[in-house]
């Protein structure tokens, strides 16, 4: 086969010669088009490249706009392959853009699956359905079942790696059932040995086996070398999950025998790293490390960065297996290395940045973990703090004005401890490996002390859902009775106040975050000294009520400790020290569902509060048909302080305005009144200090960025401070809440202190002093305190 391949290039290079010589300029054209394609068969990417570069500009000189957007989008394929993402998805908007100018309908859907399987390379699978329903939509239009079906297939692919394993698995039916329509054997296959793939994720590995077999018998019935090789992949995966590691190791290596005779390096660099993954966990790891070498070398060869970088991951798990530290750490080194070139290759990009990162922890926990191992307790906390919100540290590069070689507080050359000196203030950085939790303790003046415990029984996720199950305010718990399906199912409420015919705790004892406080400060207690302490969490621990822990100490998070270090070294003159915006109880009413029903109630108490607050401040607040999306937007740049009280998203905390639009017949599109996170992050603010009075405001995805939610966006756009809500809140609670969260401020109180004691009115209250009401609020960033005017 590699032979045919080596053929078909010494054709196009004829072809090449013979268009030269005769001086046909097309014909060179696409002989270089050609030839770029023998070349990305072979595969030679680099050569590739050379010729679609050579045809793109012959195309452009002859005025062949179809062709030149045809060899855009072959050019991303070359720059795909060799794990160069921004390029690939630079190449394939512009053959979306040429498609769609001249009218090539199938080129413009081809263009919309080549950038679905770029961002699903990514990670980022959302983006990638979306390009893939695009797709799906013209192959319906223009009739092509084939390409339909093949389509279902990608976007099962792409819900089965978001998790979504029964959908991917509707999607892979559809897929198999059009195949058979059409008489495509090849594209059976594909869909059985993609049913096998996700059925393995479920665990249903006799099901997973079955259909991977089928896939493996079609193949060869119908001659397709390329996909018998990956049945024998797939099934070498299903019988690696069941632990029948010597089985996985005979289907690889057919799989090797298979990418070695059609010359598929790519395939053949996997097959090894999966070899040696298998012989790792038979204990064989001298065969395994010999197996990661063949990898390391094809990945070098075809410059596949990304796997590269996997491969060294799996090359340090077994020096550390064996004892040998120091080759395990330059391999997690090595291994770091090539997932940041991945990253920078980004750019501006903050959302693919945050997957990109979070698909590959694995490596920066190794390497912490093994620093420990090696008794190198600063250099671990570097390690583990080099790997946390990362996208964040880049906006935030570029929203303080900050040189990138100046932005890291923590390089080898300057110490944690010389950091804090800056912040004075104590804190603890978690970090979380399975059900193992390492605390970093830095103080002033004083070494860092390193602790670790571990959670009995469970898992941090688990061990967070009980707590929150216990009091209350669970992921199933609603704040309102009432469905938001016509918004994307998502929960943007904020509870009405409670009866005081409510039946209420006989005790205000915290009793019940108890748990978390023995997890979390327990193990560190005697270490900590004075009132306040800032924690940079880890996974599910990112949503811990942290204020709530402790009566006696005030505590605030942040997502890294780079990050504060910026935020509080910002100048004097970056924030505002004068005005307010003020946002209460936005109306709703023209938000209805599809029976014309409203979707929302308004929030009395919302409207007091920042009517109480804005005699305060001597400032009039928004409220009300005034609360629009776009004046909030205008308002809020230059304020020193932001206060919104609304309804907020189940998911994300965005928040619901009140919407403004010429369609008045209509209802409302979600664009007009939510705010999301994106329109946050466009602007540049100067607040100290911003206040989300919402249900969920501190919730969204837990990355290794932290929480991706509105809380985020806020940081990024120039926020000093932001204090956030984790769960739903009830609209008379807050009001009390936040009526003494602002009087102690209006005392010179800092937003902590202001928090701590705001905390202790609700928690000695006799209405409110259930844990659900007085401990959701966590503040965010820096500790500020506000100038008032004077009354």
Not at 157 to 170: C, H, T, V, W
Request: hydrophobic share 35%.
């Amino acid at each position: 086969m590699v032979d045919r391949k080596l053929e078909v290039v010494e054709q196009q290079m004829l072809e090449l010669a013979i268009a030269i010589s005769v001086g046909d300029r097309e014909r060179e054209g696409r002989a270089h088009f050609h030839l770029g394609g023998a070349y990305l068969n072979l595969p030679d990417y680099q050569q590739a490249i050379k010729n679609y570069a050579q045809a793109f500009h012959i195309f452009i000189e002859i005025g062949c706009r179809a062709s030149e957007g045809s060899t855009y989008g072959n050019l991303g394929n070359a720059y795909l392959s060799l794990g160069n993402f921004k390029q690939a998805l630079e190449n394939y908007k512009k053959h979306l853009s040429i498609a769609k100018e001249v009218g090539d309908k199938a080129g413009e859907g081809s263009a919309y699956g080549n950038l679905g399987n770029s961002y699903l390379s990514l990670g980022n699978f959302k983006q990638a359905i979306e390009y893939y329903e695009k797709h799906l939509s013209i192959a319906k239009e223009v009739g092509n079942r084939a390409e339909e079906g093949s389509t279902y297939g990608n976007l099962g692919n792409a819900y089965r790696s978001l998790g979504n394993f029964k959908q991917a698995i509707e999607y892979h039916e559809k897929h198999l059932s059009i195949a058979k329509e059409v008489g495509d054997r090849a594209g059976e296959g594909s869909a059985y040995g993609n049913l096998g793939s996700a059925y393995r994720n479920l665990s249903n590995f006799k099901q997973a086996i079955e259909y991977c077999k089928k896939d493996l018998s079609i193949a060869k019935e119908v001659g397709n070398r390329t996909g018998e090789g990956s049945a024998y992949g797939k099934l070498g995966n299903a019988y690696l999950s069941l632990g029948n590691f010597k089985q996985a190791i005979e289907y690889y290596e057919k799989e090797l025998i298979i990418a070695k005779k059609v010359g598929d390096r790519a395939r053949e660099g996997s097959t090894y790293l999966n070899l040696g993954n298998a012989y790792h966990n038979l204990g064989n790891v001298k065969e395994a490390m010999e197996y990661h070498e063949r990898s390391l070398s094809i990945f070098k060869e075809i410059g596949d960065c990304v796997r590269e970088g996997i491969t060294w991951y799996s090359q340090g798990n077994n020096h550390e297996f064996l004892g040998s530290l120091s080759n395990a750490l330059s391999c997690y080194h090595l291994s770091i290395y090539h997932f940041e070139e991945t990253r920078h290759s980004l750019k501006s990009e903050d959302e693919w940045k945050i997957t990109f990162r979070d698909s590959y922890r694995m490596s920066y926990t190794a390497l912490w973990r093994t620093l420990l191992k090696n008794g190198e307790i600063e250099e671990a906390l570097y390690a583990a703090e080099k790997g946390r919100a990362q996208a964040l540290m880049d906006i935030l590069k570029d929203q303080y004005g900050i040189d990138s070689q100046s932005i890291s507080a923590l390089a080898p050359n300057q110490t944690l401890t010389a950091a804090l000196e800056l912040l004075k203030s104590q804190a603890v950085f978690v970090a979380l490996d399975t059900n193992k939790i390492t605390f970093w303790v830095l103080r002033k003046d004083s070494n860092i002390s390193c602790r670790q415990n571990e959670i009995a029984n469970g898992s941090a996720d688990l061990l967070m859902q009980t707590i929150l199950k216990g009091i209350g305010v669970g992921d199933g718990v609603r704040c309102e009775n009432r469905s938001l399906d016509a918004l994307r199912n998502d929960l943007y409420c904020r509870k009405k106040p409670i009866s005081e015919k409510t039946v209420l705790p006989s005790s205000s004892s915290v009793n019940s975050l108890q748990p978390l406080y023995d997890v979390l400060l327990e193990p560190i207690a005697d270490l900590l000294q004075g009132n306040e302490l800032i924690v940079v969490p880890d996974g599910p621990f990112c949503l811990v009520p942290y204020s709530a822990l402790s009566e006696s100490i005030k505590i605030r998070t942040i997502p890294s400790l780079t990050a504060l270090n910026v935020i509080v070294g910002a100048p004097d003159d970056f924030h505002s020290k004068t005005g307010a915006l003020l946002v209460g109880d936005p109306w709703l009413k023209e938000v209805t569902d599809k029976k014309g029903q409203p979707i929302f109630e308004q929030l009395p108490c919302a409207k007091q509060e920042v009517e109480m607050i804005g005699q305060l401040l001597q400032t009039t607040p928004l409220t009300g048909k005034s609360a629009t999306k776009a004046e909030v937007l205008k308002k809020m740049k230059l304020v020193a302080l932001v206060h919104i009280a609304a309804h907020g998203c189940q998911k994300t905390g965005e928040i619901a305005l009140a919407p403004i639009t010429e369609r008045k017949s209509l209802i409302p599109k979600e664009e007009d009144f939510i705010l999301k996170m994106s329109d946050v992050q466009t602007i540049s603010l100067r607040a100290r200090l911003v206040v989300l009075s919402c249900c969920h405001s501190g919730r969204g995805e837990v990355k290794s960025e932290g929480v991706v939610g509105i809380a985020r966006a806020f940081l990024c756009a120039g926020a000093r401070s932001v204090l956030v809500s984790l769960w739903a809140i009830d609209d008379g609670a807050t009001l009390l809440f936040m009526r003494s969260f602002y009087q102690h401020l209006v005392d010179g109180k800092s937003a902590s202190a202001a928090l701590q004691q705001a905390m202790k009115s609700l928690r000695e209250s006799k209405q409110y002093c259930a844990i659900k009401h007085w401990a959701p609020f966590v503040l965010v960033g820096d500790d500020v305190t506000l100038e008032f005017p004077k009354k």
